[in-house]
């Protein structure tokens, strides 16, 4: 029976060409995940099926992976991702105002707006603690996510707004007091 593919046939070839660099193939997963994202946008269940395939893993093997690291989508993100550090610096800071403002602008962790502009996650430190409450767009900082600065970026971005002004506005602050107007 054939089987269906959601996969290209350059990501077959690029499989191979990235499985030889390894001793033993399984090595490449983390690779391939990449890769498949690269060319759908997330990772889903005929992906975790077809990486498993090419690698001989069962589908549990490959989504243990999938799961573990946030850097991989489960479900498809929006044009613009929102990752909001809920760790432990960012949570003293104020990150738990900042999670029930995008949850308002947006909805879920995970989902992404009926437009497809927008969604968020919850992430682990982004290593920018000085900037807590720190996030990143598209994996481009952020600095002081305050509850307004996070309506304000959401506005935006729905708007239409380019992402670089947006960013060098919200960058312009030099402290949590300043982004806090104090
Ligand atoms: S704890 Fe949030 S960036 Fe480190």
Known sequence: MT????????????AQEIIARYPVARSALIMLLHEAQDEIGYVN???IREVGR???LTPADVEGVATFYTMFKRKHPGKFLISLCTN???TINGADETVDALRDAIGPPDEATADGVCSWESVECLATCHWAVAAQVNYLDVPFLTPDRARKLVDGLKAGR?????LAE?????????????
């Open 162 to 166: 380019e992402l670089d002004a947006l």
């Open 45 to 47: 269940d005929d992906v």
């Open 88 to 90: 432990l610096s960012c």
């Open 54 to 56: 090419v690698l001989h």
């Open 170 to 182: 919200l960058r312009a602050a030099k402290s949590l007091s300043e982004a806090r107007g104090g």
């Open 3 to 14: 089987q269906t593919r959601v996969l290209s046939e350059a990501f077959y070839t690029r």
